[in-house]
């Protein structure tokens, strides 16, 4: 500990690796973390804004496939004066260290950059994956681990029975031995419900925090041994039976300036399509579910110097529209609009993502449509009206969600 002001000297290593495939086409020429949210967002952005607003200000991120367009926007949009020691956030690039290939897992990824933790000397360190939507003041959990003299705590959260194959599932104690791990499997085909709660599995987050030695020792230990060399699988189960190993309850989370109405621990997973979808629609309404207008606990990006959106004889409703876009004799109801975006006269649009630079040409519907960056929609266009007719040109997911990928950028317009 830092005997000065007794807080836990802590380092963030940023698992932002993943290859996100079933975003595709989304992630065709980016690594999840990079896929654009909610207009001029990436993913990425939660977790690094999480750890900025929680004062943790050292953080490796750490990347693997197609990692070009996540580096370009952390180089844009996180770079740190430096002005105050070890304040920093630095693009970890797979090192190849120990073996000659890819990370092997999640582990792998952090066991191969040892030299960085070690150099840092760290009480703590936040393993957070990069994937995820979500607003959490880590101080809280951090509190958490060192009232209950954890040595690894994992973050979670009660998810429905229904979805929770897709997660580790924790199992805690009762009583004295309540919120100890004493049981971690990773996406088991039949989860097992909470006790007292037949509807909901307790779930991983995939963010975990460790006491420095104790991960060091389990890396090591890990990676002399074959199989598979990641956290869920190897790491947590195997601690589980030597360690005290706490899960944190990331509904017990209160982030200032939470508005009554949104809900209480809000965490997406948006791994698929229909859930990245869903999360967007989140931030809709009078009331949304996860307002992203909270300046005591800001998510942040790059900045961006374009000129206010333009609507001109347009009907937007419940529409959130980014700076530079211009909207002529539209209607638009339900929808995120990106930056620098181009609807054109007659058009019409419901339930849709707009990324930033797409043109939407006139006269063209579309509705529960997701448009990556810079795509150019013909004048006419129909899509999400006919599930038959998109499946033969579209990306289209089971539920009817059409998906067009990223476009050409136009050299004449603004990159962002
Ligand atoms: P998943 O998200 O399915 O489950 P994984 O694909 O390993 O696990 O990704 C975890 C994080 O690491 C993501 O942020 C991803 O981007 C990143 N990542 C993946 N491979 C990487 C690599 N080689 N190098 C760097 N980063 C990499 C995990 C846990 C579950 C938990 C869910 C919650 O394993 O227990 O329930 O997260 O969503």
Known sequence: MNDRTHQPRVLAMIMAGGKGERLMPLTA?????????????????????????????????????????????????WRFSGLIQDTFITVVPPQMKARGGWYEGTADAVYQNLNLIRDFHPDLVAVFGADHVYRMDIGQMIRFHLDRRAEVTVAALPVPLHAAHGFGIVEVGRGRQEARVTGFEEKPKQPKAMPGDPERAYSSMGNYLFNTDVLLDALERDAAKP??????????????????????????????????????????????????????????????????????????????????????????????????????????????IGRHVTIEQGAQIEESIIMDGAVVGAKARLRRAIVDRFNVIPAGTELGFDAAKDRARYHVTKSGLVVLPRGQRDRSRPSH
């Open 29 to 77: 020429l980016r690594s999840k973390p990079a896929v654009p949210f909610a207009g001029k967002y990436r993913i990425v952005d939660f977790v690094l804004s999480n750890c900025l607003n929680s004062g943790i200000l050292s953080m490796y991120v750490l990347v693997q496939y197609r990692s070009q367009s996540l580096i370009e926007h952390l180089r844009r949009a």
């Open 227 to 336: 199989g598979s060399h990641d956290f869920g699988r190897a790491i947590i189960p195997r601690l589980i039976r030597t360690h005290r190993v706490m899960a944190y309850n990331f509904l017990d989370n209160a982030v200032p300036g939470l508005h009554a109405y949104e809900e209480r621990g809000y965490w997406r997973d948006v791994g698929t399509l229909e859930t990245y979808w869903q999360a967007h629609m989140d931030l809709l309404g009078e009331c949304p579910i996860f307002d992203l207008r909270n300046t005591r606990w800001p998510i942040l990006t790059d900045k961006y110097d374009g000129p206010a959106a333009s609507l001109i004889r347009t009907s937007a409703d419940d529409t959130l529209i980014e700076q530079s876009s211009r909207i002529v004799e539209a209607t638009i109801s339900r929808s995120m």
